[in-house]
């Protein structure tokens, strides 16, 4: 008969092994592919890296504040947690029997447990600040558990670690601070992490990092959109990848496929080799087209345009041939700093660009901050603004920017500023409203404009010969069905379908959980393009796409068959559409588009355009 020992030696060692063999193989994980490209590399993990915290002591009456944001870093953690438990199902079932106590685990020690209990009381008797009374607690219990006196060495380590790990977790929450450690990242490594900011992925540097798998994320958030903008091989919503990676391993990166193997074997190494001279093959084919037109078989000219999240992409706007930017989004501006920048730093941001668009157009869009792109991360001193019970509802884009108008004051000076010294090279500069809802809107922000070019003629300040226009983004369904009247206000319109699915929809744009119900391609997205599309046709306004929709060749047909005839779009999309564009005929889209908007299934649509051109009625 066996002893409780030794049955408990051999349960442990059947544990060791099984850790031991999941670790070694060989796994795939399936999620959401973001920006396409092959890698082989070692990945980088950075969950492992802590946050930055210096300890910080805080006077008598920060305390009740302090313990405010400590619960709140509780209920941030305590829902991620429950989010990873939620989606560890698709996991082999030996990784769920191990990860499943150990997500239990964390989710009791964010209950009412020695941890938070002891943090909360440090912050009042020995007041300090929420970050430093959290990691003094773990360490204390920590090393409590590890002078335990118990045999199993390496379990009271590991209990100790999940303490450890739950500090991290919390700190991270409490400081937002992006990885900046990923300076650190060796060159060629594929980065892992269970999120990425949109801030964090700014900091990314694509010279060094060859791809980007994220556990959490939807295809068209804005970290999504950066990665794509930066050209890195990317997929995002990886279930289980945290815990499957470690630091070190070989894996192959399929951006295009949305997928990651983990410690590949023979085969899934030769297939990713396969994967990635294909790639480079299918690169070069299209570098080919850089000089082309982007001109229909029936001589309709496209003009496809470039979306620009940061500088570091401009080497690619240009390699791309592109016709001008149809939406430099301003948040980087913003980012990852303590103050705000000044009217000569949007200067000193905007001019670059412009030189180097010399003689096409930039379309440049006022601050959107807000929703996913969160406040905390948004420069100090913008502030005091929370982001509320619901963000996306609140506090946006040009809503913020009318209660803060000194903001875009500063905004427009330079801009006009830019636009002057301009004159001499032709570049049109025009500006753009983000999330506008009502024409009121665009006439305040046009008031304000008109303020600002008053005031700099007053100081002599040059002027460009004609002030930019000034248009508003569509991207709401509000917005959208009102666009007759939003269009009397404004110059231009910029439809964004990325916000515009996700208000529609009711669907956040970068949730993993429901990104199988974020569709573009929905019959009331749709509609509302091709809404807004005709309120502006009608007035003979120009009008753009510049939501990620028009960086997907698969849709450009009926994008034109619509009215669209202005594409925005990620630099690296636009050889890929303007192959489309070409092979292309007006009157086949316009009857495609027709066929397209009988339909009130999504489903039917995503196999309508998944077949565009195979029936032999859409193209004649
Ligand atoms: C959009 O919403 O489609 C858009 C282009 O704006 P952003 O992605 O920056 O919100
Ligand atoms: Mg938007």
Redesign the pocket.
Known sequence: MKTEGSKGSETKTAEAARKATRRTREVEIKGIPVSPGVVIGAVFDTSEVPAETPRRSIGQGKVDGERQRLAAAVTASRKQVSKLKARIGVLPEEAQEELEPLLDAYAMMLGDSRLIRGARRRIGEELLSAETAVQDEAEAIAAAILAAKDDDKAGLKRRAGEVREIARRLTRNLTATPFRSLKDVPPGAILVAEELTPADAALLDPTRIAGVATEEGGA?G?TA?MLRALGIPSAVACPGLTEAARRGDQAVLDGGAGTIVLRPGEAALEAGRGALAAYAKEKARLAKLRRLPAETQDGELVELQA?LEIPAELPLIAQAGAQGIG?L?T?FLFMNREDLPDEDAHVDAYTPVVEAMAGDCVTI?VL?WG?E?DMEALAEGIGPFHAGPNPALGLR?IRMLLKRPELLEAQFAAILRVAAAADHHGTQIRILL??VTIPDEVRQAREIYERVQRRMRRKGIALPEKPPLLGA?I?TPGAALAADAIALEADFF?????????YTLAVD?AEAEVSHLYDPLHPAVLRLVQFATEAALRLRMQVSV????AGNPRLVPLLLGLGIRTL?MNASAIPRVKQMVRSLKIDDCARFARRVMEQGDPQRIQELVMNFGESGSDRS
């Open positions: 068209d804005h959109i979306n939406l989004r948040e869009r959107d929703g792109k884009g983000p999330l983004m991207e910029a439809i964004g379908t990325n916000d515009l699915a996700m744009r510049c939501g990620e929709m925005s």
